[in-house]
């Protein structure tokens, strides 16, 4: 039987137990980031809330994407990991705030979703596939197995992307 | 950032504690006028808590709720947000539209925009209830209706806080209407900024 480990806000969790499953879940303006190295099993996710960290302190890393990403690479490498097999996928990022007057001042969503790929891009990598933006929220799963990452929103069925 | 130490969590809980039972009581009045009916308040409180136990407080972050969501800006700024589980939304616009339960089934465009001026009710009133005490004022966002995630919607209210401290204050109450048990948690969740000052002006005025 699976094990679920729970991803919380700001959070990153590591496994190669092959019976762990990575999940995230409900994110809405945040991001989940998945890496993943087919060799080893080695599956990292991140549950970033915020773009840009600003003060860069050590504490609250995994809390933004583009430091959180960093970190991630660091401890799924630390886990065994090999850095050119690593698959990585993008889940999340939805503009959840849509009534008028909160759209434009509240779209983090879609700055995470940017600060995810530029970070991703500065480290070398390529999104193998992403589920991201839109208005609804997402759970995220990883599985340790076989890197499979799946999403599901309110009301639907759980799907790979 | 302005980190709330436990020291300073104590006296300020204390304080906002008198804001939160007069607030509270002052929605619930607000409320019970719109639908014609009572409404009780129950264990109107403040709490100190860590952000990342906000979503096993609503039953577990993938449960579907409805939120809806305020901005408070002025004097002191902050989010409002009435949290209620999907089904017992169902049932808040059957009690507000004044229809038998089990009428509602999803939420349209009227259940919304119901819901909606109920989030926008409280609100106000909490808003109303905090000048009194405090002298301080503020004034409410249009409400926003997200239907979603209870970990989704909470995303919205840990991203606006931006700073992300660690700790976030949180109002919480249940209002009950009659026999019919409706409920919702009523969440004020100041920046962490505002919190201090919260603090003081109703330290000045009673202590």
């Given amino acids: 039987m699976a094990n679920h480990l729970a991803v919380g806000l700001g959070e990153i969790k590591v496994s190669r137990d092959l019976s762990d499953v990575l999940v995230a879940f409900g994110l809405g303006s945040c991001v989940g980031v998945g890496m993943y190295d087919p060799g080893t099993h080695v599956a990292g996710l991140l549950h970033a809330v915020l773009p840009i960290n600003n003060d860069a302190s050590e504490e609250f890393q995994a809390k933004y994407a583009d430091t959180g990403i960093r970190l991630l690479l660091d401890m799924v490498l630390k886990a065994g990991a090999v850095r050119s097999r690593i698959v990585v996928k993008m889940?999340?990022?939805?503009?959840?705030?849509?009534a008028p007057?909160?759209?434009?001042?509240?779209?983090?969503?879609?700055?995470?979703?940017?600060?995810?790929?530029n970070t991703l891009k500065e480290l070398g990598f390529r999104l193998a596939s992403e589920e991201v933006g839109g208005q609804t929220g997402r759970t995220v799963r990883l599985y340790v197995p076989d890197g499979r990452m799946t999403i599901r929103m309110m009301g639907g069925q759980e799907r790979e992307f | 950032m302005a980190e709330l130490t436990p020291e300073m969590n104590q006296t300020l809980l204390e304080n906002l504690r008198n804001i939160a039972k007069e607030g509270f009581r002052n929605a619930a009045r607000g409320f019970a006028d719109m639908i014609g009916n009572e409404l009780s308040v129950w264990n109107p409180d403040v709490r100190a808590i860590p952000i990342t136990?906000?979503?096993?407080?609503?039953?577990?972050?993938?449960?579907?709720?409805v939120a809806i969501y305020l901005r408070m800006t002025g004097e002191v700024s902050g989010q409002i947000v009435l949290v209620i589980p999907y089904d017992k939304a169902l049932e808040m616009c059957d009690l507000v539209l004044e229809q038998p339960y089990g009428t509602t089934q999803n939420l349209g465009t009227l259940e919304r925009s119901a819901l909606a001026e109920v989030g926008n009710l409280a609100g106000t009133f909490f808003m109303n209830a905090m000048a009194e005490i405090t002298g301080i004022t503020a004034r409410p966002s249009p409400p926003a209706v997200m239907v979603d995630m209870v970990g989704s919607i909470l995303d919205v209210v840990v991203s606006t806080m931006g700073d992300v401290g660690s700790q976030v204050m949180l109002f919480q109450s249940t209002f009950m209407a009659g026999e019919r048990h409706t409920q919702a948690d009523f969440w004020v969740i100041p920046d962490t900024f505002t919190v201090e000052k919260l603090g003081q002006h109703v330290k000045g005025k009673h202590g």
């Avoid at chain 1, 007057?101 to 790929?117: E, L, P, V, W, Y």
């Avoid at chain 2, 136990?53 to 709720?65: K, R």
């Fill in chain 1, 101 to 117: 007057g909160f759209t434009n001042s509240f779209d983090i969503g879609s700055r995470n979703i940017t600060s995810a790929r």
């Fill in chain 1, 91 to 98: 889940a999340g990022g939805a503009n959840m705030l849509t």
């Fill in chain 2, 53 to 65: 136990e906000i979503p096993e407080m609503l039953g577990g972050p993938e449960n579907d709720a």
